[in-house]
């Protein structure tokens, strides 16, 4: 594995903290299309990865996932199931009480792996 900073961390390699399991793991089975759900933040948590069992839209801001198009800079982030999830660190957050997600599948349960450093 390349040595790749992870920033604001002082970490030079991602294996020093993301080999190891995370410490926290949160599902949220989500069982109607279209229907915005919370996942509270982790307190103390410096970094999560989100995953679904299908395509999902994520926003970092306690509510307001949306599926449809948005302003600029106001927009949900799509993860695709495919990608397999996303790794964001929630340092840039402040504030932020929870992450928004929303699916248009009928059923889809989405999970946050929570990491401390």
Not at 82 to 102: D, E, N, P, Q
Request: glycine content about 10%.
């Amino acid at each position: 594995m390349s040595s790749t900073a992870i920033a604001n961390t002082g970490l030079n390699h991602p294996t020093e903290v993301f080999i190891k399991a995370p410490n926290y793991v949160n599902a949220l089975a989500m069982t109607l299309a279209s229907s915005a759900a919370n996942l509270p933040i982790v307190a103390g948590a410096q970094y999560v990865r989100l995953a679904g069992t299908e395509d999902f839209f994520a926003f970092f801001g306690s509510t307001g996932a949306s599926t449809g198009a948005s302003t600029v800079g106001a927009a949900s982030e799509y993860v695709p199931k495919a990608s397999g999830g996303i790794l964001r660190s929630i340092g840039s957050t402040a504030g932020t009480t929870a992450i928004s997600v929303i699916s248009t599948a009928a059923a889809c349960t989405v999970t946050a792996s929570w990491w401390t450093i």
